[in-house]
């Protein structure tokens, strides 16, 4: 298993220009999330689903979209980037809800906007 | 609101024993989690506990006190690959991860 895949793993944007972050899991879970990470603070959590054709907004949404067609994939878009959304962003899994059940990460996506 | 505080950051010396404290107000709990996070990489699982008490994992160990809202992170036998920032984090009542900043520690030979 490949676990959780993030593409691209480095990306430079412009103030205004738009990008979709990739995103796959392959153990089969339900739940996917998008976390983004600042330096010195803790992750934030921008979208989650619960399965396909389910998205719900994390705590900070804002200029973020999601979708969530099949099982496996969970793309993030960013429109309009700007400088507040330079940051690493993480994707995660897990089979059910976050009780027992520990979050499987992805590498990552180093975010510049400039 | 919601908060996780943890220290920013720890020095220890290689094979000794440290232990990082986390601190939690949440809106429900069901759960908390630590994970370890090196420079650069993602975070990986290392501990769950939900109900009091320590739960031990090889030379990692996690204690809960849900009175207190507290827990700690035991390491022992330091080895310079434990140089990494741990993440406590809580699942609060709407089953969603709660994170602290993450406490970088730092180990010394």
């Known amino acids: 298993n490949a676990g959780v895949t993030q593409t691209p793993k480095f990306r430079i944007l412009k103030i205004g220009q738009s990008m979709t972050l990739q995103c796959a899991q392959d153990?089969?879970?339900?739940?996917m999330y998008w976390y983004r990470q600042d330096p010195g603070m803790g992750l934030k959590l921008i979208y989650y689903s619960v399965g396909a054709g389910i998205t719900d907004k994390g705590e900070v949404p804002n200029g973020y979209n999601v979708s969530r067609s099949t099982t496996e994939d969970f793309p993030l878009r960013l429109e309009l980037a700007a400088p507040s959304q330079t940051s690493v962003y993480f994707c995660?899994?897990?089979?059910?809800?976050?009780?027992?059940?520990?979050?499987?990460f992805g590498p990552g996506t180093r975010l510049t906007v400039t | 609101g919601q908060n996780i505080d943890q220290p920013t950051e720890m020095t220890a010396t290689e094979g000794a024993i440290v232990q990082i404290n986390c601190t939690y107000q949440t809106s429900g709990f069901n759960g908390l989690f630590w994970y370890q996070q090196h420079a650069g990489e993602a975070p990986t699982f290392l501990s769950y506990n939900v109900l009091d008490g320590l739960e031990e994992k090889g030379r990692f160990s996690s204690f809960l006190s849900r009175s207190k809202g507290y827990s700690y992170l035991l390491l022992k036998e330091l080895q310079m690959k434990d140089s990494a920032s741990y993440l406590c984090a809580v699942a609060d009542s709407n089953y969603q991860l709660i994170w602290g900043a993450g406490t970088k520690l730092i180990i010394k030979p």
């Open positions: 153990m089969n879970h339900n739940y």
């Open positions: 995660a899994s897990n089979p059910e809800r976050a009780s027992s059940y520990e979050q499987y």
